[in-house]
C-alpha cells in the first residue's frame, strides 16, 4: 500500500532562516507529488507539485521541493522564513491507477522572531 | 472566481443525530472528493464522485456515511447517527478534469464537526 512520511511532526526556525521539511513516500512508480499548506481553521493551499520532467520545482511564496527518486523523497525547502510562514504542511501522493490524495501526518512550523 | 466552497464551516450535533455537510465545487469543476482529517492526523480519503455518479468510495466507512453529488446543487457528505469517534474536520476538494493521479485538486475550507 503507499504511504508517505513526514518524519517531523514539529518543526521550530528563526525568522529569516532556512527551510527544510521531509517528505518520503513508499510507492514503486514514480508518483504524482504535491505539498500543501494549511493555516490554522484554514483548508489547504497548494504550494507546489511535481509530475514529471525537471526534479526541481518552484512553487509559490518563495517555496521550492527537490523530487530524489533514489531516496524516495519530496523534501520542501526555503531559503528564508518569514513569519506568516508559520502553519501545517503537508505532503501529498497521488498514482497513476488511483483517484485519491495519501497524505502525510503533517509538519507543523513554528517561527520565532 | 469563488474557490471551493464548504458549510456549515462548523457543525454540533448530539450522539445519534445526522449530519450533512455540502460541498459546492469550483466553476466548472465537475470532480469532487471528500477526505476527512482526524486530530493530529493527515487527511484520509473518503470519496471520489463525478455528477451523479460515485466513481470510489473505497474510503467510506461502510455503515451511516452517504455522499452524493447530484446534476443541481451541492455534494452533500451524510453522516447518519453520528457518534463521537465521528468528530474531525471534513475536507472538500474538486478538480477540473480527470486524469488518474494527475488531477490538481483545490480544497475547501473545510466542515469541523463536533459530536458531543
Known amino acids: 500500500a503507499q504511504s508517505v512520511t513526514q518524519p517531523d511532526i514539529h518543526i521550530t526556525v528563526s525568522e529569516g532562516a532556512s527551510l527544510e521539511l521531509r517528505c518520503n513516500y513508499s510507492?514503486?512508480?514514480?508518483?504524482?507529488l504535491f505539498w500543501y499548506v494549511q493555516s490554522p481553521g484554514q483548508g489547504l493551499q497548494l504550494l507546489l507539485k511535481?509530475?514529471?520532467?525537471?526534479?526541481l520545482v518552484q512553487g509559490i511564496k518563495g517555496f521550492e521541493a527537490e523530487f530524489k527518486r533514489s531516496q524516495s523523497s519530496f523534501n520542501l525547502r526555503k531559503p528564508s522564513v518569514h513569519w506568516s510562514d508559520a502553519a501545517e504542511y503537508f505532503c501529498?501522493?497521488?498514482?497513476?491507477?488511483?483517484?485519491?490524495?495519501?497524505f502525510g501526518t503533517g509538519t507543523s512550523l513554528t517561527v520565532i522572531p | 472566481n469563488a474557490g471551493v466552497m464548504q458549510n456549515p464551516r462548523h457543525l454540533v450535533r448530539r450522539r445519534g443525530q445526522e449530519a450533512r455537510l455540502r460541498c459546492s465545487p469550483m466553476?466548472?469543476?465537475?470532480?469532487v472528493y471528500w477526505y476527512r482529517q482526524l486530530p493530529e492526523e493527515g487527511l484520509k480519503f473518503m470519496v471520489y464522485?463525478?455528477?451523479?455518479?460515485?466513481?470510489?468510495e473505497s474510503g467510506m466507512p461502510k455503515e451511516r456515511f452517504s455522499a452524493e453529488f447530484p446534476k443541481e446543487g451541492p455534494s452533500i457528505l451524510r453522516i447518519q447517527q453520528v457518534v463521537r469517534g465521528d468528530s474531525a474536520a471534513y475536507f472538500c476538494?474538486?478538480?477540473?478534469?480527470?486524469?488518474?493521479?494527475?488531477?490538481?485538486?483545490?480544497f475547501g475550507p473545510g466542515t469541523r464537526l463536533t459530536v458531543t
Open positions: 464522485l463525478q455528477k451523479e455518479n460515485i466513481i470510489d
Open positions: 511535481y509530475f514529471s520532467g525537471d526534479t
Open positions: 501529498a501522493v497521488a498514482i497513476s491507477t488511483g483517484n485519491q490524495f495519501y
Open positions: 466553476k466548472g469543476h465537475s470532480h
Open positions: 476538494a474538486s478538480s477540473l478534469s480527470y486524469r488518474r493521479g494527475g488531477n490538481e485538486q483545490y
Open positions: 510507492y514503486g512508480a514514480t508518483p504524482y
